[in-house]
């Protein structure tokens, strides 16, 4: 039975699912740009974007005049021809940095989302092109962009624990995916430099109302939501496709965290425009919110499927007995997951008729296999969770655990409980992430701004709309459906999930059962690929995982056809 989730219950989950942990930014209305101006030729620039008026042989031009027109210190389009030497190649390709016009359904633009495309020269129009974004919600796509497969990636070193020096740079990226797929990696609105615009007047004047020349306020109500975002990211990739001359291209959707949900509920979505996806991506994804938060005494599938996440955090810090800290991780989270299965949710299941005796040996056997001691198990009643774990598992060493990668650790609080202002990832992929980011920007692409770029939204994950459905059918986020529904219709889509060892906030065997839980025939089950890397929620910080991870889904993009 679909049981309804309070809003302090999505709140907590939503602040968690952020792809990496940050210092947020409020964002206000980003109102007051003047108005399309019209061109020569009669036609809006906003009507050419949207393929209304003009034809795309002048497109440079055209996006090039409207960034200096629209706002000088707010470039909207900016083009450089790069190379990248990648596995004794040189691959020469595009990068442009464009601001995409949203559309209602009666053609009237509401809002503008950044993007930055990689385009392989001498591509075709067939070529594979993966869309990417972080989660949140309210996240922008930095963090997958400054650090994965784009051209340019920060250089993290060792296995990704270690906390980089300044200065921060992007290096040429070795892990690239561009020989395998176009890229293009994407900031929902409200989040990088995208942004709503205020509501037009029937005199066409966009003040909210106010009369020419007042700042109105835009709506963020109509992007912010689990539909909502959907269908604006749905309509970015329907006007990317027609800008670009790439109808007909094979396409990937890649997400992160909360971004999994976006990209499962794409799936259908996009299938139902004629832009039909070949392949979906799901890198720590949050396709459903059920298993991830304790959410009542009735369920125990949080505190089961969390099991050998807390095994091999627990055999990372050493906090085992010697026989399961000798063991290959991959056999300790094998062998808890299977005593989770037989012999631990059978008890729980006994509920209170569960005899003192078994009770205490059952505590006895937790403790063993996760580190915490047998009184933190009592206290708890088994009901614990990563912010539980990262807490008390090294609180006797004055230190804290990382939610997004459990390898990492912070110096411990006077508060006795997880601060996520505090959370270790910071920093590892924090101000690095951020300057490099920024510089990069300006220095290699050639966009310079004086506007803000937000990294996050706080606003954005307050005003969150989880409801779900022409009724706001309301219960646990999930596309899960969505992405079993495109399965059924698409019998050639695949999915590939890339999940995290060390990943507190969406742990993998959560993950894995998200996929188990897909009502798709039998045989199709085949068509996804899943696989658990040595890293956590951002597990291509570890050098080694974002090797051997762009490879395997190099091998993946390749079979896109089979």
């Not at 991780?329 to 005796?357: D, Y």
């Not at 006895?364 to 774990?389: H, I, M, P, Q, W």
């Not at 990943?503 to 899943?530: F, N, S, W, Y």
């Amino acid at each position: 039975m679909r049981r309804h989730i309070g809003i302090k219950t999505v709140f907590s989950i939503m602040i968690l699912l952020l792809a990496t942990p940050i210092f947020t930014a409020a964002v206000a209305g980003e109102a007051g740009l003047p108005k399309a101006k019209e061109s020569s030729t009669g036609v809006s620039d906003a009507e050419k974007t949207a393929g209304k008026g003009g034809d795309k042989s002048d497109q440079k031009d055209r996006d090039t005049a409207f960034s200096a027109k629209d706002n000088a210190y707010f470039p909207e389009y900016a083009e450089k021809k790069l190379s990248l030497a990648l596995a004794g190649k040189t691959l020469n390709y595009t990068a442009v940095t464009s601001m995409t016009p949203i559309f209602d359904d009666e053609g009237e633009e509401k809002a503008r989302i950044f993007s930055t495309s990689y385009l392989l020269a001498g591509g075709d129009r067939e070529r594979p092109v993966t869309f990417l974004f972080n989660g949140g919600p309210g996240s922008a796509s930095v963090y997958l962009h400054a650090a994965s497969f784009a051209p340019k990636a920060f250089p993290f070193t060792g296995t990704g624990v270690e906390i980089p020096r300044p200065p921060f740079k992007l290096v040429e990226n070795p892990d690239c995916l561009l020989d395998a797929t176009d890229l293009v990696f994407v900031d929902p609105v409200g989040t990088g430099f995208s942004y709503a615009l205020p509501p037009q007047d029937d005199d066409g004047d966009k003040s909210g109302g106010k009369g020419k020349g007042g700042k109105g306020k835009p709506d963020y109500s109509a992007f912010w939501g689990i539909d909502q975002d959907i269908d604006s990211i749905t309509e970015f990739i329907r006007v990317w496709l027609e800008q670009n001359d790439r109808w007909g291209a094979r396409l990937v959707i890649g997400g992160e965290s909360y971004g999994g949900l976006r990209a499962a509920g794409l799936a259908a979505s996009l299938a139902k425009i004629g832009a039909a996806p070949s392949g979906v991506i799901l890198i720590s994804p949050a396709t459903s919110y059920v298993g991830l938060s304790l959410h009542g005494t009735e369920d125990y599938s949080p505190i089961l499927l969390i099991l050998p996440t807390f095994a091999a955090t627990a055999q990372y810090h050493r906090r085992l007995a010697a026989d399961l800290q000798n063991m290959a991780p991959e056999e300790l989270t094998r062998a808890v997951s299977e005593w989770g299965m037989e012999r631990f949710l059978p008890a729980l299941w006994k509920g209170n008729r569960l005899p003192p005796a078994e009770y205490d040996q059952l505590v006895a056997e937790y403790s063993r296999y996760t580190g915490l001691s047998a009184a933190d198990v009592k206290a708890n009643k088994f009901r614990l969770d990563g912010s539980d774990l990262s807490r008390l598992l090294l609180r006797d060493q004055g230190q804290t655990i990382s939610l997004y990668d459990s390898r990492l650790t912070g110096v411990r609080s006077m508060r006795d409980a997880y601060v996520y202002e505090e959370e270790p990832l910071d920093r590892v992929a924090g101000e690095n992430i951020k300057t490099g980011f920024m510089r990069y920007l300006s220095e290699d692409l050639g966009l310079k701004s004086l506007r803000k770029y937000h990294y996050s939204s706080s606003s954005a994950g307050a005003q969150w709309d989880f409801t779900q459905g022409a009724k706001g059918r309301a219960g646990y986020p999930s596309t899960v459906e969505s992405l079993a529904l495109a399965m059924r219709r698409l019998p050639y889509l695949k999915v590939y999930l890339a999940m995290g060892r060390y990943d507190l906030v969406t742990p993998a065997e959560t993950a894995e059962q998200g996929m188990t839980d897909l009502d798709i025939p039998g045989g199709r089950a085949a068509d996804i690929t899943r696989k658990i890397y040595a890293g956590g929620h951002m597990m291509y910080t570890n050098p080694q995982v974002k090797k051997e991870l762009a490879e395997d889904l190099r091998q993946w993009l390749g079979r896109l056809d089979d």
